[in-house]
C-alpha cells in the first residue's frame, strides 16, 4: 500500500480517538516531535497511545476535516482540523485544532511525525 494510502486510512479509521485502532498502524519505535502554542512535546508509541485514549474518555466523538495532502515516496504532509464532541454536549461540533504533519512511513507503519498545532 501507498504511504498516502495508508496515512488517509489512518486518519479515516478513527484511531485518533481509540488507542486499539492506533496501534495497527503505528511502528513499534514510532517517534513524535509536537510543536504547538503550549511548547515542544516529543512523544513514542506508548505516549501516543496513551493520548488516544485520553481523547476517548474526553470526547464522545472525533474525526479529521483533511484540508491538503501530499506525497513524494514515504513522506506524506497532512493539513488538518481536527472536530471533536464533547460528553456534555453531544450535539455540538467544536474544533479541537488546525494541525500540520509530515508523516514518514516504513514498513506500512507511521513511523515518525512532525506536527505544528494550533488550537481551534
Same mark, same amino acid.
Given at each position: 500500500?501507498?504511504?498516502?494510502?495508508?496515512?488517509?486510512?489512518?486518519?479515516?479509521?478513527?484511531?485518533?480517538?481509540?488507542?486499539?485502532?492506533?496501534?495497527?498502524?503505528?511502528?513499534?519505535?514510532?517517534?513524535?516531535?509536537?510543536?504547538?502554542?503550549?511548547?515542544?512535546?516529543?512523544? %513514542?508509541? %506508548?505516549?501516543?497511545?496513551?493520548?488516544?485514549?485520553?481523547?476517548?474518555?474526553?470526547?464522545?466523538?472525533?474525526?479529521?476535516?483533511?484540508?491538503?495532502?501530499?506525497?513524494?515516496?514515504?513522506?506524506?504532509?497532512?493539513?488538518?482540523?481536527?472536530?471533536?464532541?464533547?460528553?456534555?454536549?453531544?450535539?455540538? %461540533?467544536?474544533?479541537?485544532?488546525?494541525?500540520?504533519?509530515?508523516?514518514?512511513?516504513?514498513? %506500512?507503519?507511521?513511523?515518525?511525525?512532525?506536527?505544528?498545532?494550533?488550537?481551534?
Amino acid at each position: 500500500m501507498a504511504a498516502k494510502e495508508i496515512v488517509q486510512e489512518y486518519y479515516r479509521s478513527g484511531a485518533l480517538h481509540n488507542p486499539q485502532i492506533m496501534a495497527t498502524y503505528i511502528h513499534k519505535d514510532f517517534n513524535l516531535e509536537w510543536y504547538s502554542t503550549k511548547g515542544y512535546f516529543e512523544a %513514542d508509541r %506508548d505516549d501516543i497511545l496513551a493520548l488516544a485514549g485520553e481523547l476517548a474518555k474526553s470526547y464522545v466523538t472525533s474525526y479529521v476535516h483533511i484540508k491538503q495532502i501530499i506525497s513524494e515516496g514515504n513522506i506524506v504532509s497532512v493539513r488538518y482540523t481536527h472536530h471533536v464532541t464533547t460528553i456534555e454536549n453531544p450535539q455540538e %461540533d467544536m474544533i479541537l485544532g488546525h494541525f500540520m504533519v509530515i508523516w514518514e512511513v516504513k514498513h %506500512d507503519k507511521l513511523f515518525k511525525a512532525h506536527l505544528m498545532s494550533h488550537p481551534g
